[in-house]
């Protein structure tokens, strides 16, 4: 199967079945209780998630305890390499091919008339006495002390209320009663909230859908957040570019709004203008697993009145655990892309790639691999960071090296910050800026030059060699060898 084949989930996971080592599914039958997340951790999350964990395949789990039609699918995008491959893109240049989509924008087009649409197969309506989120719905619980089960990779889709803008943002969203969700936006960067704050301002519910289990082009293109997408910026424009043709919509049965035709499952309902609960219905005190590590303390979220669940015949729950690699690959290639964009226009050719860092989440760290090729360059690495700090807010440290370090690979780059680095001279830090709320360090009680939780001092590492003494800092040459003579021991 070819990667241009890919429209939906279950073609994404076709793809992935014949690529030697990057599927894998089980019939042992789990509990979606804390126990998909601590198979996959071993299995391959990678990321931030405690150690031990591995770059592992995506999988599959076949016997979902307590939905016998339902499966769960989690770590598609857990992987550069796959990711890469299943959009048909080159991996160690994947941010800068991203970026280049949107010279060739697709704008996402409805269903034509009479069409089959996937995401209604199966129709739920929330009028209905037996209708219950909890049992419709094999929405993970990440570790056993999480405030419930969650929904990761719910993408919502909404308008603002004069219906002229579009939006679709990943948030994360917790069960909380038969019929009511909790959705997290994270204050002052998320579109969706922009328009959210505009239907309270009039009294309004928000209607929104939620589409579960899609393209993994899809998800990557949501990834990416202002100055690069602004306001009324729709973001399936990019998968659109991705994949060369629109990706079709539907209209949803009992709101006024839109949804993805293909999705696995996709959930209807108004986001309340008055109504607030605490997303902790276990009594733990917590929320779930963040991208940076720690398990977050539950916070007061809007709530959600479901009208309806539609899903496919035996649908796909697709899932990611928060610190996974998953986090790292939708968050950080599109925060590369961005950099990249945005350095390259100000000064061109001198940027050669950036790497969003698993350290960070895909968004607290970038490596800049920055070329000097004359004198003059000498201090534009130090103007390409702060750049980089313009096209993505929420970064909080900018690595820079030179064209000889690899920077996919971080004993290389630890080899240039021991070897080329002086703390004295090479550390640029700008204190008071806004970066995550979600960084638990971000906060006053860390450091008393923190207004605000959410501020952080943002630092540039300057690991580059000086241009003038360049003739240094070779590294070491070794002899090209003839790859065919020794093709076996290599594949070996």
């Not at 994360?172 to 994270?186: E, N, P, S, Y």
Request: charge should be negative; proline fraction near 6%.
């Amino acid at each position: 199967m070819a990667n241009n084949e890919i429209h939906d989930l279950r073609s994404a996971l076709d793809f992935l079945k014949t690529m030697p080592g990057q599927y894998l599914e089980t019939d042992t039958e789990v509990d979606p209780k804390a126990e998909v997340s601590g198979v996959y951790r071993h299995v391959g999350s990678g990321g931030t998630v405690m150690r031990p964990t591995k770059e592992g395949p995506a999988m599959v789990f076949n016997n979902v305890k307590g939905h016998p039609d339902a499966k769960v699918a989690i770590g598609l995008l857990a992987s550069r390499k796959r990711v890469a491959a299943m959009l048909g893109l080159e991996e160690e240049h994947l941010g800068l091919e991203m970026g280049k989509m949107f010279d060739n924008l697709v704008a996402p087009e409805m269903i034509e008339d009479g069409k089959h649409i996937d995401c209604q197969e199966v129709v739920y309506k929330a009028d209905d006495p037996d209708f219950d989120l909890h049992k419709l719905i094999p929405a993970p619980t990440n570790t056993p002390v999480d405030g419930g089960p969650y929904i990761t990779m719910g993408l919502a889709m909404g308008n603002d209320p004069d219906n002229t803008m579009s939006d679709v943002t990943i948030h994360r969203f917790a069960i909380v009663d038969k019929t009511k969700l909790t959705m997290f936006i994270t204050p002052g960067s998320r579109h969706l909230g922009h328009f959210f704050d505009m239907y309270k301002e009039r009294g309004e519910d928000m209607p929104i859908s939620i589409q579960i289990g899609l393209d993994p082009a899809v998800y990557m293109g949501c990834g990416f957040e202002a100055p690069t997408t602004p306001l009324g910026f729709n973001e399936l424009q990019i998968a659109g570019a991705v994949r060369n043709k629109p990706v079709e919509l539907a209209n949803c049965l009992t709101i006024d709004q839109k949804c993805i035709a293909n999705a696995e499952y996709v959930i209807e309902g108004y986001l309340s203008a008055t109504e607030m609960v605490n997303e902790d219905t276990a009594g733990y005190g917590f929320a779930m697993p963040e991208f940076p590590g720690y398990t977050g303390g539950a916070k007061v979220c809007p709530v959600i009145n479901v009208t309806a669940v539609t899903t496919r015949k035996n649908p796909i729950m697709e899932s990611c655990i928060g610190p996974s690699h998953e986090h790292v690959s939708m968050a950080g290639i599109p925060t590369e892309a961005s950099i990249f964009n945005m350095v390259n226009k100000a000064m061109p050719g001198r940027l050669l790639n950036v790497h969003a860092a698993p350290c960070g989440g895909g968004k607290f760290c970038a490596i800049l691999q920055f070329k000097k090729s004359a004198a003059s360059d000498e201090g534009r690495q130090r103007n390409a960071a702060m750049l980089a700090f313009s096209a993505f807010g929420e970064l909080k440290e900018c690595i820079l090296v030179d064209e000889d370090v690899d920077i996919f690979d971080m004993s290389d780059v630890m080899w240039a910050m021991t070897t080329r680095f002086q703390a004295d001279t090479d550390i640029i830090t700008i204190p008071g800026c806004h970066c995550h709320v979600l960084d638990p360090s971000n906060d006053n009680a860390v450091s008393g030059s923190i207004r605000e939780h959410g501020i952080a001092c943002k630092v540039i590492y300057d690991a580059t060699v000086p241009f003038a003494l360049k003739d240094r800092f070779v590294r070491s040459q070794f002899m090209e060898i003839d790859k065919e003579k020794w093709a076996a021991e290599l594949q070996a």
